[in-house]
């Protein structure tokens, strides 16, 4: 079965610190997708990253970068130069290959303070 | 282009009754699929839905159902409701491996 855990409930930062969101993850599958969520207090869930199991490059994009470890089932997600707006809370997921569904497992989620 | 709308965003019933909620995809997106999310469960599955056929089905009761019209608007419902049903519903349509959501419809059962 798949599963994800965020081992992090809640993170207060000061504005313009760097912060780290954890994840890691099991399944058993060989190919699959990790993904990164923001949800604001609107309720809606933002798409912010996907990776595929095969693609282990890690990437930064502005402030935020990941760090995807298959040895450790392992995909972190990093916010630098932290910004009020940032607060929201932050859910990673897993789910299989495009082609066999749209099911995502998520985590817990991770409800990330900035205060200014 | 419009993302996905869900309808309606609020509502509230009470025990023993049914609701419907309603999501339209993004145009040309044939996925949807739909999340509970609950303060003590967090996200989960419920179904998805591919060119009217249901593709995949979480662990929820028989009260919770779904469809998908050949538009690819797709409503769930759930009968019978009870205080637990109480949730933001989310929608999700996926495009090149992402997934976007809809804003959800909150359902307040009493």
């Known amino acids: 079965a798949q599963k994800v855990t965020q081992a992090q409930t809640e993170i207060s930062v000061v504005e313009k610190e760097d912060v780290t969101l954890d994840c890691v993850y099991e399944t058993r599958d060989t190919t699959y997708y990790l993904f990164w969520y923001k949800q604001p207090p609107s309720g809606e869930l933002v798409f912010l990253i996907r990776r595929n199991s095969f693609d282990e490059q890690n990437e930064i994009s502005g402030r935020y970068s990941w760090n995807f470890q298959k040895s450790t089932s392992s995909f972190n997600f990093t916010i630098t130069a932290s910004q009020v707006v940032d607060s929201a809370v932050y859910f990673c997921?897993?789910?299989?290959?495009?082609?066999?569904?749209?099911?995502?497992?998520f985590g817990a989620g991770t409800i990330l303070r900035v205060k200014s | 282009k419009a993302g996905v709308t869900q309808t309606p965003r609020y509502l509230i019933k009470t025990r023993g009754q049914q609701v419907t909620l309603s999501c339209s995809p993004i145009s040309g997106h044939r996925s949807v699929s739909w999340y509970q999310q609950t303060p003590g469960q967090g996200l989960q599955f419920l179904f998805e839905?591919?060119?009217?056929?249901?593709?995949n089905k979480g662990n929820f009761p028989g009260r919770f159902s779904g469809r998908q019209f050949s538009n690819s608007r797709s409503e769930m419902n759930v009968s019978t409701l009870e205080l637990g049903d109480s949730a933001l519903y989310l929608c999700?349509?996926?495009?090149?491996?992402?997934?976007?959501f809809g804003e959800g419809s909150r359902l307040t059962v009493l």
């Open positions: 839905y591919f060119s009217e056929t249901q593709r």
């Open positions: 997921a897993l789910s299989e290959a495009v082609g066999r569904g749209n099911k995502l497992v």
């Open positions: 999700a349509t996926r495009e090149s491996g992402e997934l976007f």
